[in-house]
């Protein structure tokens, strides 16, 4: 079966993927939405009655607003940690409370859902609880890595098990040093447990760099503190130092806050 990956939308304003073949789909994330995860899902030529699963990051509104509905209204199972489940419950974002929805899942404990084998591992990042996902679906495995405060061994660890990465970008340290937000809000930014900057990003991929890695995806960037162009030219020009070249070693996206990305399918 031929696999989907599309991005719905990625930023503080709200975050949601889908990853799905022709028979069904998963949705990461739900902070944005029904009507506009419908219409998004819908443009694309993807049923949205075929999602069988959301899989929840963490509790902050951006990646849980709509996981109530989703959840209770519409009956998609939504799995995550007891921790994250406690921050949704607790959420005055989130209105529907979750309950026959639930499915609570364990750090680095994998599980599966249908053709998908999934593994949940520790992010660090200021919320209830954080978890970031390795997804394996055949050949193609993906690891998602948005909101990470700084790349710690375990998150390394299940970046370099991943042919395709969706990994945070979310500031550059320029734009933040000298941009409007208060010293307290900069220094939660910049902070261990707060977002990673572009030249982190950089310096990871770039370092760690491995030729099975084929795409790269540049998530959760800033409204204030970043453009996509400049955080594409950080990383490429920090891979190319390392004799890696973007358009042919590896493909480079940088996804936008409240536009879709293109869909991308695999063989």
């Known amino acids: 079966m031929k696999l989907s990956f599309l991005c719905l939308a990625s930023g503080s304003s709200g975050n949601c993927y889908y990853l799905g073949t022709s028979e069904y789909g998963i949705l990461i994330d739900a902070g944005i939405g029904i009507r506009t995860i419908k219409k998004v899902l819908k443009d694309n030529n993807l049923d949205f009655n075929k999602i069988i699963a959301i899989l929840i990051t963490h509790d902050h509104a951006d990646h849980i607003k709509t996981v109530g509905c989703l959840g209770e209204k519409y009956a998609i199972p939504v799995y995550t940690t007891s921790g994250v489940h406690q921050g949704i419950e607790k959420s005055r974002y989130v209105e529907e409370t979750l309950v026959s929805s639930r499915r609570i899942i364990a750090k680095e404990e994998s599980f599966s859902i ?17 978890v970031g996902y390795h997804i394996t679906f055949g050949e193609h495995k993906f690891t998602f ?21 969706i990994l945070e970008a979310n500031y550059d340290e320029e734009m933040l040093k000298f941009g409007s937000y208060p010293t307290f809000l900069k220094e939660r930014v910049a902070s261990l447990t707060g977002h990673l900057s572009n030249r982190d990003a950089a310096d990871y ?63």
Request: hydrophobic content about 35%; some cysteine; charged content about 30%.
């Open 114 to 130: 249908r053709d998908f084998k999934i593994t949940a591992f520790e992010v660090p990042h200021d919320s209830t609880d954080s």
């Open 145 to 165: 890595a948005t909101d990470v405060g700084h790349i710690t061994d375990t998150v390394k660890n299940y970046l370099r098990l991943a042919n395709h990465i």
């Open 205 to 267: 991929l770039a370092e760690n760099w491995d030729t099975h890695v084929k795409n790269i995806w540049l998530c959760h960037l800033s409204r204030d503190n970043n453009h996509p162009e400049l955080a594409f030219k950080t990383v490429d020009i920090r891979l190319f130092e390392e004799g890696i070249r973007v358009g042919k070693d590896v493909n480079l996206y940088t996804l936008k806050r409240t536009t879709p990305s293109e869909l991308f399918i695999f063989e």
